[in-house]
C-alpha cells in the first residue's frame, strides 16, 4: 500500500525566512510520480509540481524547489524568501505508474502542512 | 468559466438526510474522482469513474454512492448524512492518457448536524 506522511502538522515563519516542508513516501512500485498541491485559505488545490520517479534531478521553480531522494523516499519542498501569499495549506501526494506509463490515477495525499507566514 | 463546477459550494444538512453533491467538467476528460478531506487525513478517495460504465470504490466508499449520468457528470450521494461526513468534498478529472494530472473543482463544504 502508498502511504505519504508530512510529518509537520503546522509552520510558522516570518516574512523573507527560508522555508522547507517535508514529505517522505511509502510505495512498492518503482515507478511513480510524486506531487505537490497549495491549498490556499480560499480552498481550492492548486498544483505546483509533478516529478517522475525516473528523474532525481532537483528543481527550481522561482522561490519555490524542490529536492527528491529516491534514497530516502523523500520529496521535500522549499520556498526561499517566503511571502505572506505562501500562506496556505500544502499536500504532497503519490501516484503509481504502470506499464506502458499509464496509472489508475489514484493519488494517494498526505496529511497535509499549515503553512503561515507571518509579515 | 470554470473548467470543474461543484453544487452546491456550501451545504448543511441533518443527520440522516439524503444529499446529492454535484460536480460537472467541460474538459472532455473521461475519468473523474471524489475526494474528501479532513483537517489532519488529507484528501482520501472516496470513488473514481473511468467511464460512464466503469465506477469503482476508493478507500473510503461506506456510506457513499455515486452515479456517471454522462461523461461531464460524476454525482456523489450520501444515503443518510452522519456527523462524521462533515467534510470539504472535492471532485477531479482526468484524461485517460495522463490519469495522474488530475483537475480540481472549487470543493463542497458540507457540514452534517
Known amino acids: 500500500a502508498q502511504k505519504v506522511t508530512q510529518a509537520q502538522t503546522e509552520i510558522s515563519v516570518v516574512e523573507k525566512e527560508d522555508v522547507t516542508l517535508d514529505c517522505v513516501y511509502e510505495?512498492?512500485?518503482?515507478?511513480?510520480?510524486l506531487f505537490w498541491y497549495k491549498q490556499p485559505p480560499s480552498g481550492e488545490l492548486v498544483f505546483l509540481i509533478r516529478?517522475?520517479?525516473?528523474?532525481?534531478q532537483n528543481e527550481i521553480s522561482g522561490r519555490y524547489s524542490w529536492n527528491f531522494q529516491k534514497s530516502t523516499s523523500s520529496f521535500n519542498f522549499t520556498i526561499t524568501a517566503s511571502q505572506v501569499v505562501d500562506s496556505a495549506v500544502y499536500f504532497c501526494?503519490?501516484?503509481?505508474?504502470?506499464?506502458?506509463?499509464?496509472?489508475?490515477?489514484?493519488?494517494?495525499f498526505g496529511q497535509g502542512t499549515i503553512l503561515t507566514v507571518h509579515p | 468559466d470554470a473548467d470543474v463546477t461543484q453544487t452546491p459550494r456550501n451545504r448543511i444538512t441533518k443527520t440522516g438526510k439524503r444529499i446529492m453533491l454535484e460536480c460537472s467538467q467541460t474538459k472532455g476528460h473521461d475519468r473523474m474522482y471524489w475526494y474528501r478531506q479532513d483537517p489532519g487525513l488529507g484528501l482520501r478517495l472516496i470513488y473514481y469513474?473511468?467511464?460512464?460504465?466503469?465506477?469503482n470504490k476508493g478507500e473510503i466508499s461506506d456510506g457513499y454512492s455515486v452515479s456517471r449520468q454522462a461523461q461531464a457528470k460524476f454525482s456523489l450521494s450520501l444515503e443518510s448524512a452522519i456527523p462524521n461526513q462533515t467534510a470539504l468534498y472535492f471532485c477531479a478529472t482526468s484524461e485517460d492518457r495522463r490519469p495522474y494530472e488530475q483537475y480540481f473543482g472549487p470543493g463542497t463544504r458540507l457540514t452534517v448536524t
Open positions: 510505495t512498492r512500485d518503482t515507478t511513480y510520480y
Open positions: 516529478r517522475n520517479s525516473f528523474d532525481e
Open positions: 501526494a503519490l501516484s503509481e505508474i504502470r506499464a506502458g506509463g499509464t496509472s489508475y490515477g489514484k493519488l494517494t
Open positions: 469513474s473511468f467511464d460512464v460504465k466503469d465506477i
